[in-house]
Each structure stands twice: as C-alpha cells, then as structure tokens.
C-alpha cells in the first residue's frame, strides 16, 4: 500500500486560502485513485474531492465546488488541495486517502480508500 503524509493545513480567517499537499511514498502513486476527505467535530468523514490516476477526471462535494481543486504531480508524488474562499463550515481534519483503481471511477464512501495519511488540521475562523 502506498504512504501517506499530509501538510499545509493551520488557521485562518474566513475568505483565506490555503493549500494542502499530500506526499506519497513507493512506486504506485501513480496507478492509485486519490481522495481528499475530511472528518468535524462530532461528524462522520466526508468526501471532499477526488481524481483518477492520471489526473483526467475529478469530482468534488457539492459544498466545495467552485472554491476548492484538486490535483496531481505523479512525478513528485504529490497530491494537492487548493482551497480558496474558506467558510468556518470547512473547519475539519483533512485526509488524503488512496485506492488501487483502473476503472477511472471516483470513489466517494470513505470505506472504499484502504490507505490513508495521519490527517492535517483545517481551521477557519468566522
């Protein structure tokens, strides 16, 4: 399974931006589908956004459409989340995850990534 290490999140103020990354070890970054997740305070995870391996197709949560996108550097090994217009609702642990995909769909239910980074904290201040 690959490795997953988060960074980038912090505090700001609503209507900031900010990037999150995620680094992935091995050599099967780039043959896995990744998903950016994210668990609140007494709240079940939830998909954030997603894209396939080869970085052609993403999906995203309704809620975060139009503020949020995200992306691939298979030749880093990095996945990113850029997150512009942030909303105190966005406050949240944020996850990367992966799964070995080669049908180009983009899963939503967390109980479909087995791997997954320790989690990255987002907080955004009203």
């Known amino acids: 399974q690959v490795q997953l290490a988060e960074s980038g999140g912090g505090l700001v103020q609503a209507g900031d931006s900010l990037r999150l990354s995620c680094a992935a070890s091995g050599r099967t970054f780039s043959s896995a589908a990744m998903g950016w997740l994210r668990q609140a305070p007494g709240k079940d995870r939830e998909f954030v956004a997603g894209?396939?391996?080869?970085?052609?197709?993403?999906d995203y949560a309704e809620s975060v459409k139009g503020r949020f996108t995200i992306s691939r550097d298979n030749a880093k090994n990095t996945l990113y989340l850029q997150m512009n217009s942030l909303k105190p609702e966005d406050t949240a642990v944020y996850y990367c995850?992966?799964?070995?995909?080669?049908?180009?769909?983009?899963?939503?239910?967390?109980?479909?990534?087995?791997?997954w980074g320790q989690g990255t904290q987002v907080t955004v201040s009203s």
């Open positions: 995850a992966a799964r070995m995909d080669l049908s180009g769909l983009i899963a939503k239910s967390p109980y479909e990534y087995p791997s």
């Open positions: 894209i396939t391996m080869s970085g052609g197709a993403t």
